[in-house]
């Protein structure tokens, strides 16, 4: 499930729900940006230093082992 943040002036439809396919959507207010923790801050930061020094992952692979880890399995 994809999560999309749209911001609404409380009038007009915006754009992002109108560019949605027909279908049951779960609306809930955000009052806030969920910001992450240091820790989850640190792990972003090597990661994106990982993949600049070329030692990325495939994402395939990687969505392969979240699937694994969630129950989902490999595809």
Known sequence: METKVIEWNGQEIPAGLR????????????????????????GIVAALEEMDAGRGSPVEEVVNRARAILG????
């Open 72 to 75: 989902g399995g490999a595809r």
């Open 19 to 42: 560019d949605l396919p027909p279908g049951r959507y779960l609306i809930e207010p955000l009052d806030e940006y969920l910001v992450p923790t240091s820790e989850e801050d640190a």
